[in-house]
């Protein structure tokens, strides 16, 4: 069942509204043992809960585009409204679906609920035939047993489907060279649908070209060139619902750089970018653990804010409390809390030749806790000097990145004994 929903506000309030509630095609992929989430992940998070006894039935965390807007500058003085959606497997009986966010100590609070009759009339029932075959890169075992990832051709014209197809098989296997998810591909079951837009390629409003494509993609969100987002949740959740998913990567057709990713919605990739394997990864992280972003130089779409409460992020610290480190037990012995590194050094250097500076120092391939991190210089901290999430000629991901990895694939595709 899915729940679609408008998510409207400004930078200082938000409301949402029910749009229709559909009864998608397929059998829920989800593992019957792993209904409720205690990832304690996102900013978002919704339950599931029957309506006469109050059990939980379904919970997971989220990110939204909304809640990257509500920190620009627009969101300061105008209101906008997205289209968003929420998957659960179908109940028996009518249910509560509440939506609750993080407040000023970091606790969910909820901000909404509706109520929803699986018996109600207006339900809509999916009947229309699928826009395009789904094609079974790797199907490694039933739905339910596996982390089923699909990816999803855009800006393709019905002439260019051979090319989505080769294009989504390489963007699958840059994703399996690393770990952990070269050690747990097994684990994974990989699909996609390429399914034909009127134009080839995706917008660049920057550049005054616009495309019309089945998920409106475009390049310069928030302002800024590389960032590239799909819009058109409607469509992607449309065309999606004839393969099993939980989660979702959209290829783009275009050679500019450019990607994008977020925790419980999906990742982008510019796939034909010569620098696009490695950013699909990084992406992917976003979309796949709640990664946050490791690097603290440069401009980014979206404001930083200075950390008042320990970040929910299972990458990033802000070391309140040395002692409890949320990865204590990945620290290298030996190793000070908080960890110094080359800092002023790397700052010091132009971005080609800074670095070098990621890979020296007493402490270069140790796990501590080392300064800047989440777009911020003071503050926060990373586990180890370098990452993907850091930077992509890194190549690997970091001791708090491939634990909170392991963590997800775990809620999804649990191993021999794991139980909820």
């Known amino acids: 069942m899915r729940l679609d929903y408008f998510h409207t506000g400004k930078a200082d309030s938000e409301i949402f509204s029910r749009e229709r509630v559909v009864l998608e095609p397929l059998p829920w992929p989800g593992n019957p043992q792993k209904l409720l989430d205690d990832s304690n992940l996102g900013p978002y998070f919704f339950e599931v809960r029957d309506l006469r006894s109050g059990k939980a039935l379904y919970s997971r965390g989220y990110s939204s585009i909304f809640s990257e807007w509500q920190t620009t500058p627009e969101a300061k003085g105008e209101y906008r409204t997205f289209s968003e959606s929420l998957r659960f497997p179908l109940p028996a009986a009518s249910v509560k679906i509440s939506v609750q966010k993080r407040d ?78 070269r050690e747990r591909r097994k684990d994974f079951s990989l699909r996609a649908i390429c399914a034909p837009s009127p134009e080839s390629g995706v917008s660049h409003p920057s550049r005054g070209t616009y495309r019309r494509t089945l998920f409106d993609s475009t390049f310069d969100v928030f302002g800024t060139a590389r960032y590239a987002l799909s819009f058109n949740n409607r469509s992607i959740r449309e065309t999606a619902a004839y393969a099993p998913y939980e989660f979702l990567a959209i290829v783009m057709n275009d ?91 790397y ?56 634990r909170a990895i392991d963590r997800t694939i775990d809620l999804y595709a649990p191993k021999p004994g794991q139980s909820h």
């Open 255 to 345: 050679n500019a750089y450019g990607n994008g990713g977020i925790f419980g919605q999906f990742a982008t990739v510019s796939i034909d970018d010569p620098r696009s394997l490695p950013a699909f990864v990084h992406e992917f992280g976003h979309h796949f653990a709640g990664l946050a972003d490791e690097y603290f130089l440069g401009s980014v779409a979206y404001a930083p804010t200075v950390p008042t409460v320990e970040p929910w992020e299972p990458n990033i610290t802000a070391l309140f409390d040395p002692k409890n480190l949320k990865w204590k037990e990945l620290v290298s012995a030996g190793t000070p809390i908080p960890t110094p590194w080359p800092k002023k050094e």
């Open 104 to 181: 000023g100590a970091n606790r969910f609070r909820e901000i909404w609920s509706t109520i929803i009759n699986p018996q109600d009339q207006s339900i809509e029932r999916v009947t229309a035939p699928a826009p395009a075959p789904v094609i079974a890169i790797a199907p490694n075992g039933p739905p339910a047993l596996q982390v089923d990832l699909l990816f999803l051709g855009e800006g393709y014209t019905a002439g260019e489907l051979e090319k989505c197809g080769r294009d989504v098989r390489r963007a699958a296997d840059a994703l399996f060279q690393y770990a952990p998810f």
């Open 347 to 402: 700052e010091r250097r132009g971005e080609r030749n800074r670095d070098r500076y990621l890979s020296s120092g007493p402490y270069a391939g140790k796990v501590g806790a080392f300064e800047g991190a989440n777009y911020m210089e003071k503050g926060y901290y990373r586990s180890e000097q370098n990452c993907f999430m850091l930077t992509l000629s890194c190549g690997r991901f970091c001791a708090a990145c491939r």
